[in-house]
C-alpha cells in the first residue's frame, strides 16, 4: 500500500489516500495532480475552459465561435470549440423571425427590424448563456497544470 497526500482546502491538513501497490501509473499521475477547481458559478461560468476550468475565451470570441471552429483556450493552449446542438437551439429566434418575414406573418418594416433586432439580442444572450465550451482534443495534463501554475495564487488570510 502506498500513501499519497492532496493539500487541504484553504491551508487546512492534508487528506490522506491509501492506494494499492499494484494500482497502475495512470490513476497514480491522476492523485498527484492538483484537484481541479469548481467551475465558477457567477459571471464568466460559460466562458470557462473545459480541460482547465480557468478563463478560455472572451465572450465576443465566443459568439463568433461556431461548432465547426476550433480554437485555443487562453490559459491552457488547448483546442475548445461549443456544443453543436445548443448552439443551433441558439439560433432559432432569429430563424423564426426570418420564416416570420417569408411567410408575410410580419408586413410592417418598422415590425421586421424590431423583430430582427430583438430576436439577434436574444439569440447572443442564449449562445452565451446556454451554448456550453466543449473540449475539441483530449486534455493534456501537462498542459492544464502549467496553465495553473501561471495563474496568480490568493494570498492566505
Known amino acids: 500500500m502506498r500513501r499519497l497526500s492532496s493539500p487541504g482546502l484553504n491551508g487546512t491538513d492534508a487528506a490522506t489516500v491509501q492506494v494499492p501497490a499494484a ?16 467551475q465558477p458559478s457567477g459571471n464568466g461560468a460559460w466562458l470557462t475552459c473545459p480541460h482547465c476550468g480557468l478563463a478560455a475565451v472572451s465572450a465576443l470570441a465566443k459568439l463568433g465561435l461556431g461548432w465547426a471552429r476550433q480554437v485555443p483556450c487562453r490559459a491552457c493552449g488547448l483546442r475548445i470549440t461549443v456544443a453543436p446542438l445548443p448552439a443551433v437551439v441558439a439560433m432559432l429566434p432569429c430563424a423564426l423571425v426570418v420564416l416570420a418575414v417569408s411567410l408575410r406573418w410580419l408586413r410592417d418594416p418598422a415590425t421586421m427590424v424590431l423583430a430582427g433586432v430583438l430576436s439577434f439580442v436574444c439569440m447572443c444572450a442564449l449562445y452565451l448563456w446556454a451554448v456550453p465550451l466543449v473540449r475539441a482534443q483530449l486534455t493534456d495534463a501537462s498542459a492544464v497544470a502549467r ?5 496568480p495564487q490568493e494570498a492566505d488570510a
Do not use: I
Not at 490513476?27 to 469548481?38: G, N, Y
Not at 496553465?147 to 495563474?151: F, H, I, Q, T, V
Open 23 to 38: 494500482s497502475h501509473r495512470r490513476s497514480e499521475k491522476m492523485a498527484r495532480m492538483p484537484a481541479l477547481k469548481e
Open 147 to 151: 496553465a495553473r501554475e501561471g495563474e
